[in-house]
C-alpha cells in the first residue's frame, strides 16, 4: 500500500483480548455447553415431562400444552445459572436474518420488589408487534397481530446473557411469515412420502429424516477499510473498484495456509460454534484472496438451517473482535469469485439407512437407485421452481458468471451412476425375469457400492450434483437462508415420492411382483427426466443452447424467475403437501419482487452519491492540477517544447473529462430511470424494471469510474482499491 492513505488502518489491526479455553478443555467438553440439550433437560426437567418432550423432538409427537410451565421453568432455572438475564423468540422473518426481541425473566413479586419468572404461556406463544416485518400484504397494519410459536424440534440456546427460543412466526389468521413455519411443513411431508416408499423394502422404517449439511464460503477484509467504503457497508459489495494487478490467477488461495490474523479468528469461531452445538469441522481457504470456507457435518435440516443463520450472526460477531468484518454478500468484488454456500442433502432412516447412499445387497441398491431417481424426477418437474428458491438480487452476480453454476437447473450424476441408470433403462421387460429370482433380486449391475466409493469424479460447474452419497444443491447463495431452497427440495422430492407410491401401487394391483413394478415406474422415470441429467461444462454457451432445447427453464431475470412460485403446477405442490397455499406464495413473491427493488434502489442511490461526491470531484481536482501543469509548461518552455511535453497530460485532460461527462450523464439518468420506475405500482413490474433499466447502469457507470482509478494520482483516491482490500497480511 502507498504511504497510509487511511489512518483508519493504523487502529485496525489492533486486536481484543480473544478468549480460548484452558488447554486441558476439549471440544468435547466444551460443545453445546451453551443448548438447552437432551443432556440439560434431563438434568432439569421432572422426568414425566422429559420423556413427553423427548418424544416431541425424535417422533414429532404432538406437545401436550400441560407441560410447558415445566418446561419453561426448567429451561428457565438453567438459563439464570448460566448468567443469563432475558430471554427472546428468535426467528426467521422473510428478511435474510434472524429477528429477537429481548425481554427479561423479572416478573413483580408482589412485595415490592422483582423474582426471576418464565411462564409456560411465554414459552409457547407470543405475539410481537411485528408489522413492520415484510409480510407482503398478509398483514395490514391495522391487524398487525402475528405469532411467534415455540419449536422444541431446535433447542434453546443462550447468546451473551439472553436465552432463545426458536419459533416460527405467522399470521393471525394462520399464514406463515417465516422460512421455519413451511420448511417444517415441508420436512414432515417428505418424512411421510419417504416412509411410506421404504416399506417396500423395508418395514419397520417408521421415520425418514432430511440432512443438510452446508458449506459457507464467506470474505474477510480489514474493519478499518471496511469503513472506508461506503458501498461495502451499505450494500454488502463493492459497487467499484478496478481489478488489482494480481488477484486469484495464480490459484495461490485455495487450499493455502490461513494468514495468522485469520487463523486466530477461525479458531474463536470455532470455539464459539461449538459451545453453541454447531459442529463445525472443516475450514479453509477458497479460491479468491481472502475468502474462506466454514462447514459443520451434516444435521437434521431444520436444525442444520437454524444453525447456518445462528453461525452467520456468531461471525460477525467474532470477525470484529479481530478486527474484521465478513462479507457474506455472493459477490463483493467483481472479477473474483464469488460465495456461495452447498447444500449438501440427503434423506436417512430410523433405522440408520442412508437413502441417498449404495448399500451392500441388491434390496439396498434398489432402494438407493429408487431414491436417486425420484429425486432427479422432481429436480427436473420443479427445475424452475428451485432455481427460483435460490434466487435474488445479490445472487444474481454469482449464478451465469463464469465461476459458478450457470442459471439453468441440471443435475451431474458422474460415470458410474449414469451408467447404472443407462443399464436399468436399457434392460428390457424379459431381463426383468431374469433379475427377479427367486433368492430375491439379482441387479445386473455388479458391485454398485465399490463403484461409487470412488467419487473423485466431480463436476463443479454443476449445480446440482450427485456426490457419492448426497446431492449438493450448489447454486444456493452465501448470504441465503437454506430454508429457501430446503423448502422447494424437500417439498419437490415428497410430491414425488407420493406420485412414485402410486404408479407402484398401480402396477402391483394389476398384479405385477413389487420389485418389477418399482423397475418398470423407475425405467420410465429415467426415461422422461434425462433433461435434466446432463454431466458437462456447465459454463459453455453451447450448454444454454441445448438445455433451451431440452426445455429447462432458461430465464435470467431473477423478477421474471420468481415467476415460477406461483405457476399452477407449483401452486398444486405446495398446497397439495399442506406447505403453503396460493396467498401464502402470493405474498411472499411480493416480498421478494419488494426486497429485489430495495437492493438494487440502494446500491443506485449509493453508487450515485459516491460517483458525484467521491470521484468526479477528485477527478476533477487531478485534472486542474494537470492544466495548471500545461500553462506551466507554457511559460516555461518554446511552444513547441511546451506542446510536445504537455501532449501525455492534454491527452490525459481529455479522458478525464470524456469519463467525468459519462458519469455524470448516466448518474442523471439513472436517477431519472428510478423515478419512472418508483411510479409503477405492481411490485413485479417495478422489479422487472429495475433489473431491466437500473442494473445496466449501475455497470455503465462502474465502467467509467473503474477506468478513472486507473489514471488518478493514487494520493488523491479516496477509497481503498481492490489490491488493499483484498489482501490480509
Ligand atoms: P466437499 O468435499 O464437497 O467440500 P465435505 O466432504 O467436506 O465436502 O462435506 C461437505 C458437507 O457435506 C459437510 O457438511 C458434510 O457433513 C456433508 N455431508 C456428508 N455426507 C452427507 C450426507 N449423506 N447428507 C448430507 N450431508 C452430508
Ligand atoms: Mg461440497
Known amino acids: 500500500m502507498s504511504k497510509l492513505r487511511f489512518r483508519v488502518v493504523e487502529t485496525a489491526f489492533k486486536k481484543k483480548a480473544v478468549e480460548v479455553p484452558t488447554p486441558a478443555e476439549r471440544p468435547s467438553e466444551y460443545y453445546a455447553r451453551y443448548v438447552f440439550n437432551k443432556e440439560k433437560m434431563f438434568k432439569y426437567l421432572p422426568s414425566k415431562v422429559y420423556d413427553k418432550l423427548v ?8 406437545l401436550d400444552r400441560s407441560i410447558a410451565d415445566a418446561v419453561a421453568e426448567g429451561m428457565k432455572t438453567w438459563a439464570v445459572e448460566m448468567g443469563a438475564t432475558h430471554y427472546t423468540h428468535w426467528f426467521h422473518p422473510l428478511t435474510e ?11 413483580h413479586d408482589g412485595k415490592g420488589g422483582v423474582m426471576e419468572e418464565f411462564s409456560g404461556k411465554l414459552l409457547v406463544q407470543q405475539e410481537p408487534d411485528a408489522s413492520s416485518f415484510p409480510n407482503g400484504g398478509i398483514r395490514n397494519t391495522f391487524e398487525a397481530r402475528g405469532y411467534t410459536a415455540w419449536d422444541p424440534s431446535s433447542p434453546a440456546f443462550l447468546v451473551d446473557d439472553t436465552l432463545c427460543i426458536p419459533t416460527i412466526f405467522i399470521a393471525y389468521t394462520g399464514e ?16 411421510k412420502a419417504a416412509v411410506e416408499v421404504c416399506h417396500y423394502f423395508n418395514p419397520d422404517v417408521k421415520k425418514v429424516f432430511s440432512y443438510l449439511g452446508w458449506e459457507q464460503e464467506y470474505f474477510l ?18 459497487l467499484m473498484g478496478h481489478d488489482s494487478a494480481k488477484n486469484q490467477q495464480l490459484e495461490d488461495h485455495y487450499f493455502g495456509s490461513v494468514p495468522s490474523r485469520v487463523a486466530a479468528f477461525m479458531k474463536d469461531l470455532e470455539i464459539e460454534a461449538l459451545k453453541l452445538g454447531i459442529p463445525v469441522k472443516t475450514r479453509h481457504n477458497e479460491v479468491a484472496p481472502n475468502q474462506f470456507e466454514l462447514a459443520p457435518i451434516f444435521e437434521e435440516c431444520n436444525l442444520a438451517v437454524d444453525h447456518n443463520m445462528l453461525i452467520m450472526s456468531v461471525m460477525k460477531r467474532v470477525a470484529r473482535r479481530h478486527g474484521f468484518r465478513v462479507l457474506l454478500h455472493e459477490k463483493p468484488f467483481k472479477g473474483i469469485n464469488g460465495s456461495g454456500k452447498h447444500n449438501n ?3 436417512g432412516t430410523d433405522t440408520g439407512a442412508l437413502l441417498m447412499a449404495p448399500g451392500k445387497t441388491p434390496e439396498d441398491n434398489l432402494r438407493f437407485i429408487t431414491f436417486v ?6 429436480v427436473y418437474r420443479h427445475n424452475g421452481l428451485l432455481k427460483a428458491s435460490i434466487s435474488s438480487a445479490t445472487n444474481a452476480h454469482r449464478l451465469g458468471a463464469n465461476e459458478a453454476p450457470p442459471a439453468i437447473i441440471s443435475s451431474f450424476l458422474g460415470k458410474q451412476l449414469s451408467q447404472v441408470l443407462q443399464h436399468i433403462e436399457e434392460s ?3 431381463d426383468l425375469i431374469g433379475i427377479v429370482g427367486k433368492q430375491g433380486m439379482k441387479l445386473d449391475i455388479p458391485q454398485i457400492p465399490e463403484l461409487l466409493i470412488d467419487n473423485t469424479d466431480r463436476n463443479r460447474t454443476s449445480p446440482f450434483a450427485f456426490t457419492g452419497n448426497r446431492f449438493e444443491f450448489r447454486a444456493v447463495g452465501s448470504e441465503a437462508n437454506c430454508a429457501s431452497a430446503m423448502i422447494a427440495l424437500n417439498a419437490a422430492v415428497a410430491e414425488q415420492l407420493t406420485q412414485f407410491k402410486k404408479d407402484v401401487d398401480a402396477l402391483i394391483e394389476k398384479g405385477e411382483p413389487k420389485i418389477s413394478a418399482i423397475l418398470e415406474v423407475i425405467r420410465g422415470y429415467i426415461k422422461t427426466c434425462k433433461p435434466i441429467h446432463f454431466d458437462g461444462n456447465g459454463y459453455c454457451d453451447e450448454w444454454k443452447e441445448e438445455a433451451k432445447k431440452r426445455g429447462l427453464d432458461c430465464e435470467t431475470s431473477v423478477p421474471v424467475i420468481f415467476d415460477n412460485y406461483l405457476k399452477p403446477e407449483t401452486i398444486a405442490m405446495f398446497e397439495g403437501l399442506g406447505v403453503m397455499n396460493k396467498v401464502e406464495l402470493e405474498a411472499r413473491n411480493e416480498v421478494k419482487w419488494e426486497t429485489y427493488t430495495k437492493k438494487i434502489q440502494i446500491e443506485s442511490r449509493v453508487l450515485g452519491d459516491l460517483a458525484m461526491n467521491h470521484i468526479v470531484p477528485v477527478a476533477t481536482q487531478y485534472q486542474t492540477d494537470l492544466i495548471n501543469n500545461v500553462y506551466k509548461m507554457k511559460d516555461l518552455f518554446p511552444a513547441d517544447k511546451s506542446a510536445r511535453l504537455s501532449a501525455k497530460n492534454l491527452e490525459l485532460i481529455e479522458e478525464i473529462a470524456d469519463h467525468t461527462a459519462y458519469i455524470k450523464e448516466h448518474v442523471d439518468s439513472m436517477i431519472e430511470a428510478r ?5 409503477i405500482e405492481s411490485e413485479r413490474e417495478k422489479a422487472i424494471a429495475y433489473h431491466d433499466t437500473i442494473v445496466p447502469m449501475l455497470e455503465e457507470i462502474r465502467y467509467h469510474i473503474d477506468k478513472l482509478e486507473l489514471i488518478i494520482d493514487n494520493q488523491m483516491w479516496t477509497l481503498p482499491k481492490y489490491r488493499e482490500l483484498l489482501f490480509i497480511r
Open 97 to 107: 436474518g434472524t429477528a429477537e426481541k429481548h425481554d427479561a425473566f423479572i416478573e
Open 428 to 430: 428390457t421387460t424379459d
Open 176 to 191: 406463515s411469515l417465516d422460512y421455519k413455519a413451511p420448511l417444517l411443513k415441508a420436512l414432515r411431508a417428505v418424512d
Open 373 to 378: 431417481v425420484n429425486t432427479l424426477m422432481a
Open 221 to 238: 477484509i480489514d474493519e478499518g477499510l471496511y469503513a472506508a467504503r461506503p458501498d461495502l457497508l451499505l450494500t454488502g459489495r463493492t
Open 55 to 62: 418424544d416431541a423432538i425424535d417422533n414429532g409427537a404432538p
Open 345 to 347: 442433502w440427503s434423506l
Open 675 to 679: 423515478k419512472v420506475a418508483n411510479k
